[in-house]
């Protein structure tokens, strides 16, 4: 029986003799029909006997199946305050949270912060700020806990876990000559001025590999080696390019940036976490790995459209 009976299983009997319909607990259980009956058979097989009967268009359980509802309850509320007590272990998670984030992120990554540090106060967060080459090579050498990156090295060993959607976008000052055109090709942009990233940034070898292969490729006008002094060259008029939207909150709600409606934009690209598969990770950072991806909250916040 414990080879096939699993927790869906158990839900669906509980919330099956809640309702007294299938149909109900289906919806509840956000499982459709055919969903249902599948799990209900299973359940019944790997009990061995009829766990529903239907009487005038209501279901109830049978004795067997009341017996397994009680066991259902048990495992199902165990693993309920189970839940609980791993949430109450929080107070205990403290030390240190070594963290590298390429410079796409790094607008992004504080607002998790901040809210996993209100929740484990005794943790302390070490942020290090670079691009992605960097990164890498801080991976390589098992510099930090954790690495946040837009692409992952295909020589070292990493597990990886994309946790939020990074949006490129070309923007442009407002009173650059292509704002408010539709569909602009992307051919339309190969005599414009492009401010680009230092060499090593992943930001801009996507975008100088997005143009290449488009048979269009750019010459860079200015070369910055961050965003913020590129999103400033970009609202002076000094050219255009290609940023993380993430990062440009203020200064599109203000006006002082705008994005250009090119074809292929915007470009949606996973941020990863990533940790070495050789580096036993401690509370703190294990704590954050989890916290990073199951925290719905601070991920739709930071999700754009
Ligand atoms: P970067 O970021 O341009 O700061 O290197 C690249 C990425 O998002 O992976």
């Known amino acids: 029986m414990l080879k096939t009976l699993n927790l869906k299983q158990l ?21 459709s029909q055919p969903a249902v009956s599948i799990q209900m ?52 998670i403290a030390g240190p949270l070594d963290i590298a984030i390429v410079t796409s992120a790094k607008y992004v990554l504080p607002h998790y912060l901040g809210e996993f540090i209100r929740t484990y106060p005794k943790v302390h967060p070490r942020l290090t700020v670079t691009n992605k080459a960097s990164v890498i090579e801080a991976m390589a050498n098992y510099k930090h806990d954790l690495y946040i990156t837009g692409q992952l090295p295909e020589e070292i060993g990493v597990q990886a876990y994309p946790f939020l959607d990074n949006m490129l976008e070309v923007t442009a000052a407002p009173s650059h000559l292509l704002v408010g055109k539709n569909n602009i090709p992307l051919k339309a942009l190969a005599n414009e001025r492009f ?81 070495s598969n050789r580096k036993q990770l401690s509370m703190a950072p294990n704590a954050f790995l989890q916290f990073l991806l199951s925290h719905k909250d601070v991920k739709k916040a930071h999700q754009l459209a």
Do not use: C
Request: charged residues 25%; negative net charge.
């Open 11 to 31: 839900r669906l009997l509980e919330a099956v003799d809640r309702l007294g319909n299938l149909t109900l607990a289906a919806k509840e259980l956000n499982l």
């Open 195 to 275: 401010l680009v990233r230092e060499p090593g940034s992943g930001t801009r070898m996507l975008i100088e590999k997005m143009f290449v292969s488009a048979g269009i490729p750019i010459t860079p006008y200015m070369e910055l080696g961050s965003d913020a002094a590129i999103t400033n060259g970009v609202i002076a008029g000094l050219g255009i390019s290609v940023l993380s939207i993430h990062n440009l909150k203020y200064e599109t709600a203000s006006n002082a940036i705008t994005t250009l409606d090119v074809t292929g934009f915007p470009l949606r690209r996973p941020w990863f976490v990533a940790h």
């Open 41 to 92: 058979k299973g359940l019944e097989e790997a009990v061995g006997v009829a766990l529903i009967e239907k009487i005038n268009k209501r279901i109830f359980l049978t004795a067997a199946g009341q017996k397994t509802l009680s066991a259902a309850k048990d495992i199902l509320e165990r693993i309920n305050s189970l839940g609980i007590e791993i949430e109450e272990m929080g107070e205990e």
